[in-house]
């Protein structure tokens, strides 16, 4: 991420409280539950909600100081969003990469870190830095996530975004077998109908953060915020064949 934005992004944070634990909810949403996930926005908020509430964020600071992976995490994502913690995303990416990298950690702490660390590297997208989005390192991260057995709505954005705009020259995105095996598997639970598919039909986007779009009232809910990023153009809301079909 650029100087420029991440400085606006952290003045956002810093600023308005309630952005900010808008992209605490977004990004733990994406980071810490697998993509066949079903629950609502209204789950995640209350459970983001609790989370805060359980921790303070000095004993998630202890708790990080003496390299205790759930601690680690969690003081991350504060510091990542600014949500009851000064604005850090250099400690917050650090705190991650450590756990990701250390073996003694279980795998499920490793799959969030690296889960955590690709989010923050698709940043860049968000602020239209394409040229600076390492696209083979989010793969990476993505497939090692994978590898450890968690397929993440982060993941399954990361595949959308391959699939719209390509990728870099010189790698192949093929080459991640562990992400494309979990993807296939989620891939066969959509066809199931275990699972709906959380995409946006215009854009093939997900949705701006943890609304699941089952019908048309949670469509209305999430355009205000979809809207910043769907390229359908115009500003006008996308219509509908049914209630439960071509979501936007």
């Given at each position: 991420m650029t100087a420029y934005s991440q400085e606006l992004l952290k003045k956002s944070c810093e600023d308005d409280t309630k952005f900010a634990f808008d992209q605490y909810v977004s990004i733990y949403h994406a980071c810490f539950k697998p993509a066949a996930s079903s629950s609502s926005r209204?789950?995640?908020?209350?459970?983001?909600?609790?989370?805060?509430?359980?921790?303070?964020?000095?004993?998630?600071?202890?708790?990080?100081?003496?390299?205790?992976?759930?601690?680690?995490?969690?003081?991350?994502?504060?510091?990542?969003?600014?949500?009851?913690?000064?604005?850090?995303?250099?400690?917050?990416?650090?705190?991650?990469?450590?756990?990701?990298?250390?073996?003694?950690?279980?795998?499920?702490?490793?799959?969030?870190?690296?889960?955590?660390?690709?989010?923050?590297l698709k940043r860049d997208i968000r602020v239209d830095a394409k040229d600076e989005f390492d696209g083979a390192r989010a793969f990476c991260l993505a497939d090692l996530s994978a590898m450890y057995g968690l397929f993440a709505w982060c993941s399954l954005d990361l595949i959308q975004i391959y699939k719209r705009r390509g990728h870099p020259p010189g790698w192949k995105?093929?080459?991640?077998?562990?992400?494309?095996?979990?993807?296939?598997?989620?891939?066969?639970?959509?066809?199931?109908?275990?699972?709906?598919?959380?995409?946006?039909?215009?854009?093939?986007?997900l949705p701006s953060a943890t609304v699941r779009l089952r019908n048309r009232a949670c469509q209305k809910e999430d355009w205000p915020?979809?809207?910043?990023?769907c390229i359908s153009d115009g500003g006008e809301e996308p219509t509908m064949d049914s209630d439960h079909d071509d979501l936007y």
């Amino acid at each position: 991420m650029t100087a420029y934005s991440q400085e606006l992004l952290k003045k956002s944070c810093e600023d308005d409280t309630k952005f900010a634990f808008d992209q605490y909810v977004s990004i733990y949403h994406a980071c810490f539950k697998p993509a066949a996930s079903s629950s609502s926005r209204r789950h995640y908020t209350k459970e983001c909600t609790e989370r805060l509430d359980r921790w303070t964020t000095a004993r998630l600071r202890a708790g990080a100081s003496n390299e205790r992976p759930d601690d680690m995490l969690e003081y991350g994502l504060r510091l990542a969003t600014g949500t009851r913690a000064q604005f850090n995303e250099t400690t917050a990416l650090t705190l991650f990469l450590k756990v990701m990298q250390d073996p003694v950690h279980p795998e499920n702490a490793r799959a969030i870190a690296a889960n955590l660390t690709c989010t923050l590297l698709k940043r860049d997208i968000r602020v239209d830095a394409k040229d600076e989005f390492d696209g083979a390192r989010a793969f990476c991260l993505a497939d090692l996530s994978a590898m450890y057995g968690l397929f993440a709505w982060c993941s399954l954005d990361l595949i959308q975004i391959y699939k719209r705009r390509g990728h870099p020259p010189g790698w192949k995105a093929e080459s991640f077998t562990h992400l494309w095996k979990a993807y296939d598997a989620y891939q066969a639970e959509i066809a199931s109908g275990r699972v709906r598919p959380p995409f946006c039909a215009v854009c093939a986007t997900l949705p701006s953060a943890t609304v699941r779009l089952r019908n048309r009232a949670c469509q209305k809910e999430d355009w205000p915020e979809h809207r910043k990023w769907c390229i359908s153009d115009g500003g006008e809301e996308p219509t509908m064949d049914s209630d439960h079909d071509d979501l936007y």
